[in-house]
Each structure stands twice: as C-alpha cells, then as structure tokens.
C-alpha cells in the first residue's frame, strides 16, 4: 500500500452557498474547486486519494469519471469533518503510514506549502503537523490555541469561541498531516460537544496530545491561500486570486498580458512564448495558443480552439472549437466556430461561420491563403479549397461552391 494517502473531505451540504450543486462542483477559473485540491495532493506523492462525498455524490464522481486514483467513500448522512474521517475507516484500518486530510472547499492549497508540512512532520517526527496561517479578519474559522510557550494545545472553531479565542489570528486552514494509526484511534473518540452539534475533526487535536503524541503547528500558510470557500463572495475571491496566479505563471513562461485586472483567462488555456493578450479578452475552457500571437483587444476564445503560431485576433473576434493555423487574422467583428482554417488565411471583417442548421453543429474548412472578404458568410458543412477567395457580402454554400467548381471546368 502507497506510504502517504489523503482523505478530502467533500461531503458537505454547503447551505452558506445556497446551491444545488455539490460545492466542490462550483468552478474556479474553469476547474471545479476539487481538482485543485486533488492536484496538489498528488504533487506531494500522495498515491490514493479518499474523497467523502455526500450531498450529490454521483454527480461528484461522474465529474471525476477518468480519474483513476480517487476512491470514494460515502458519508450518508452529514455529521461533521470528524465523522467524514470516520467513514474511511474501512479503508485505511491496516494503513500504517501517513495520511493528508485537507477539504475540497480549499482551491487555493498550493503543492508548495503540502511540501512544507510532510517535511516539517518528518523533521519533528510528529503524530500530527497541521499547517496554519494568520489572518487580519479570522472570522468564521477554528482558532489556533497556543500555550505561553507557543506549543499548540487544539483548535476552538469559530461558534465555540469565547471573547479572547476570537481575537486569535490564527486559524485552521484545515491542512493537517496525520500518522494514520493515531488519527483513527483519535477520530473514533471524538464527541459532538459543540454549538453545531457535529464530531469535528478539529477535536482530534487535543485528543491526541492527552494521548502523549506529539502535534506540531507551522505557520506556513499564506493568508490569502487559506480562503476555504463558504459563500459565493469567498468564491469570486477565490478565483479573483487564481485568476492572478494563473496569469503569473503565463507571464513567467512569456506572455504579454497588458492588462491583466482586465482579462480573464481559463486555468485549462496554454499561450505560447512572445503572444500578446490585450485587454478585456476572455478565454474560457481548453485552450491553445501558440508563439507570436496577438490577441484583443475583446476577443472571446471558447473550449476547443486551438491557435497556431503569428495568429491575429482582434476587437470582437470569437472562436470555438476551432482550429486556426499560422497566420491567420480575424481582425474585427467574426465568429469562427467548428472550423479549420488554413495557412495566412484573411477573416474580413464580420465574417462568420453559420456553423448550426437548426438541429446540428457542421464544420467548416477553410485551405490555406483564402481570402474572405467582409461580411462573408460561410454555410457549413462547407469546404474551401487553398486559395480561394471569397468577395466581400458573400453567402457560400458548399452548392455555391460546387457549382462555380463545375463551370471552372
Ligand atoms: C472547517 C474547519 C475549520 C477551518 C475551516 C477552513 C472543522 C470542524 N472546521 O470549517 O477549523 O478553519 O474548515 O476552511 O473541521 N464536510 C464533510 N462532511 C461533513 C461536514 C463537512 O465532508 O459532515 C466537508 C465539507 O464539504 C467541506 C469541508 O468538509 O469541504 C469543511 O467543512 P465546512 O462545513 O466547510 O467547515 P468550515 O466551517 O469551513
Ligand atoms: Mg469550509
């Protein structure tokens, strides 16, 4: 059996939220906020991965369906974080090394900080590390209780506060690496005593240090990263600072973003080197852009499209599902959906592909240095041969096309 599993807990309700949809289905720049998690787990060695899921858990797997290294574990009934542990006892009764428990509501966990923790809980040699980070607004979440000499004592969560432990700054960002054995002798024992009513797994802690084990607290959370996600406003704050990140990290790999609090751009997109991405362009879904490449300004780039090299898009250019090869520019005003488009070919101005006949979606395909003047209108299923130009306030259907073909002959 793998040396380090994680168990991550996404079975709750999520009420704060005020959805159907499981929480940790809800969508951070283009990714499910669980798929953030999962990742970060598996960057830190973590071989198995034990969601608890509960409230619509099908729909949670189903999302996750070609992920083979998840097991999931049912919690029925909603009874707190400890008891979602519980639920995996089943699982890991003969596991004897260490096990991650993080929540599927944190999106924001870096692999960075997971590192942190599985090597400070090595160097002590600890029962117990668990990450936690200081806040400057730490409302809402269980406070870090520390002794006079600065040895962690347990986690007080935020209902269960009296005046003094509200004033901490600490808090549980919820990261915690346990020696399984222990955890799950700790969990069994754990007592819904609590304003909520619910076995927390934030109790453990103190369990396990009458027990004699040792526990050990890092401050290694950055403050903006420990954002669990409870409402809808933590959730646009939450993809306000992945937002961030993600266009960090282009920027890193040589992407021009000119204006970067005006651009959206999806966790799934891949720019190439020396693209320029201008203002208010919005790229959503699996996306591909390669080198040399001008973007926007208000540009809207859909899943499926993908860009070659020395690509030109323009002030309301939008394609999906599209494939456009090096070259081609779509300066202003077009819609190119379910096509191919070859070598150095001209999108005119207000050009569209009719890509939907009313009941399907047909693709176009345009050869290599055709010329399509304003307006042009291309009527898939439609094929253009290398070439071909197309004048402007044309209406091309491949009948059109098939029967100049025929005088051409
Ligand atoms: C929890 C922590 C709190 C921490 C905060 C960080 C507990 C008791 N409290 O509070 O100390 O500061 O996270 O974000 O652990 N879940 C289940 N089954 C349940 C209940 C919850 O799987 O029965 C899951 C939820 O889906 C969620 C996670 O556990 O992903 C945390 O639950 P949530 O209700 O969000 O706890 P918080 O109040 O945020
Ligand atoms: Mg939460």
Same mark, same amino acid.
């Given at each position: 059996m793998a040396e380090r599993v994680a168990i991550i807990l996404a079975a709750g309700v999520s009420s704060r939220m005020n959805t159907l949809l499981p929480k940790v289905l809800h969508e951070v720049c283009g990714r499910p906020m669980l798929a953030y998690v999962l990742d970060a787990c598996r960057m830190v060695g973590v071989e198995k991965l034990y969601a608890v899921v509960g409230f619509g858990a099908d729909q949670v797997s189903q999302r996750f369906a070609d992920v083979e290294d998840i097991v999931w574990v049912k919690q029925d009934e909603q009874r707190g974080t400890g008891h979602a542990v519980l639920c995996c006892k089943e699982h890991l009764e003969d596991f004897a090394g260490e096990t991650l428990v993080v929540?599927?509501?944190?999106?924001?966990?870096r692999a960075e900080t997971l590192k942190i923790?599985?090597?400070?809980?090595?160097?002590?040699?600890?029962?117990?590390?668990?990450?936690?980070?200081?806040?400057?607004?730490?409302?809402? +979440?269980? %406070?870090?209780?520390?002794?006079? +000499?600065?040895?962690?004592?347990?986690?007080?969560?935020?209902?269960?506060?009296?005046?003094?432990?509200?004033?901490?700054?600490?808090?549980?960002?919820? +990261?915690?690496?346990?020696?399984?054995k222990v955890l799950l002798e700790a969990v069994?024992?754990?007592?819904?005593?609590?304003?909520?009513?619910? +076995?927390?797994?934030?109790?453990?802690?103190?369990?396990?240090?009458?027990?004699?084990?040792?526990?050990?607290?890092v401050t290694a959370v950055?403050?903006?990263?420990?954002?669990?996600?409870?409402?809808?406003?933590q959730l646009s704050a939450a993809s306000k600072i992945m937002q961030r990140r993600i266009q960090q990290k282009l920027m890193e790999n040589g992407v021009t973003i000119v204006d970067?609090?005006?651009?959206?751009?999806?966790?799934?997109?891949?720019?190439?080197?020396?693209?320029?991405?201008?203002?208010?362009?919005?790229?959503?879904?699996?996306?591909?852009?390669?080198?040399?490449? %001008?973007?926007?300004?208000?540009?809207?780039?859909?899943?499926?499209?993908?860009?070659?090299?020395?690509?030109?898009?323009?002030?309301?250019?939008?394609?999906?599902?599209?494939?456009?090869?090096?070259?081609? %520019?779509?300066?202003?005003?077009?819609?190119?959906?379910?096509?191919?488009?070859?070598?150095?070919?001209n999108v005119g101005a207000g050009s569209?592909?009719?890509?939907?006949?009313?009941?399907?979606?047909? %693709?176009?395909?345009?050869?290599?240095d055709c010329y399509l003047g304003s307006g042009s209108i291309l009527i898939a299923p439609l094929e253009l041969k290398d070439g071909s130009h197309v004048g402007?306030?044309?209406?091309?259907?491949?009948?059109s096309v098939d029967q100049l073909g025929q005088k051409d002959q």
């Open positions: 929540c599927g509501d944190g999106p924001l966990i923790l599985t090597e400070k809980h090595k160097a002590e040699q600890a029962a117990v590390t668990l990450a936690t980070a200081v806040l400057d607004d730490p409302t809402g +979440y269980g %406070r870090i209780i520390r002794d006079v +000499y600065g040895n962690i004592q347990g986690i007080v969560e935020d209902s269960d506060c009296n005046r003094e432990q509200l004033a901490i700054k600490e808090i549980n960002p919820s +990261y915690y690496l346990f020696n399984n069994e024992k754990v007592k819904p005593d609590n304003v909520k009513g619910e +076995y927390y797994l934030t109790d453990v802690l103190s369990l396990i240090l009458a027990t004699g084990h040792k526990v050990v607290a950055q403050s903006e990263e420990a954002i669990g996600i409870n409402s809808r406003a970067p609090d005006n651009t959206w751009i999806d966790a799934r997109a891949e720019i190439g080197q020396d693209t320029v991405v201008e203002p208010f362009t919005y790229i959503h879904g699996e996306v591909k852009i390669g080198k040399d490449c %001008r973007i926007g300004p208000f540009a809207y780039l859909r899943s499926g499209t993908v860009l070659k090299n020395d690509v030109v898009l323009g002030v309301f250019a939008e394609v999906k599902n599209s494939t456009l090869a090096d070259g081609v %520019r779509s300066r202003h005003h077009s819609y190119i959906g379910d096509a191919t488009v070859g070598r150095n070919v569209i592909t009719a890509n939907f006949d009313g009941e399907k979606v047909n %693709r176009t395909i345009v050869g290599n402007p306030g044309t209406v091309v259907s491949q009948e």
